[in-house]
């Protein structure tokens, strides 16, 4: 992909497991802010948390959540049915992956997650 703006520093990591832990609203806004916390990132707003549980879809079910940093921001989806989760950072400050893949490993108790930064 072009860099269209390389003056602007731009980093993006996606992690996806399959989480080992009883997930609600509580544990998905923790992660979000220990997460920040973990790589350095600036909390510019409280988690936003949110379900499509209350659509009753047979396999859609899960907790997901959003914060902003002054950094740029992070998502996290999970999905009940399937015991899987999915987190994108995306921000304008160089962080390490691996310590935001070992965190995210531990958080969630998984012994299954793959990555990939870019």
């Given at each position: 992909?072009?860099?269209?703006?390389?003056?602007?520093?731009?980093?993006?990591?996606?992690?996806?497991?399959?989480?080992?832990?009883?997930i609600?609203?509580?544990?998905?806004?923790?992660?979000?802010?220990?997460?920040a916390?973990?790589?350095?990132?600036?909390?510019?707003?409280?988690?936003?948390?949110?379900?499509?549980?209350?659509r009753?879809?047979?396999?859609?079910?899960?907790?997901?959540?959003f914060?902003?940093?002054?950094?740029?921001?992070?998502?996290?989806?999970?999905?009940?049915?399937?015991?899987?989760?999915?987190?994108?950072?995306?921000t304008?400050?160089?962080?390490?992956?691996?310590?935001?893949?070992?965190?995210?490993?531990?958080?969630?108790?998984?012994?299954?997650?793959?990555y990939?930064?870019?």
């Amino acid at each position: 992909m072009k860099n269209l703006e390389p003056r602007i520093y731009r980093q993006r990591l996606i992690i996806e497991g399959k989480y080992g832990i009883t997930i609600s609203e509580i544990v998905v806004k923790t992660y979000l802010t220990t997460l920040a916390k973990s790589i350095g990132m600036t909390l510019l707003t409280k988690p936003l948390i949110f379900s499509p549980n209350k659509r009753k879809h047979p396999i859609r079910h899960g907790i997901a959540g959003f914060v902003a940093w002054v950094e740029s921001g992070c998502s996290v989806y999970t999905w009940d049915y399937f015991k899987f989760f999915t987190v994108e950072i995306y921000t304008c400050k160089k962080f390490s992956a691996k310590k935001a893949v070992a965190f995210t490993k531990k958080f969630f108790k998984t012994k299954q997650i793959v990555y990939r930064d870019m």
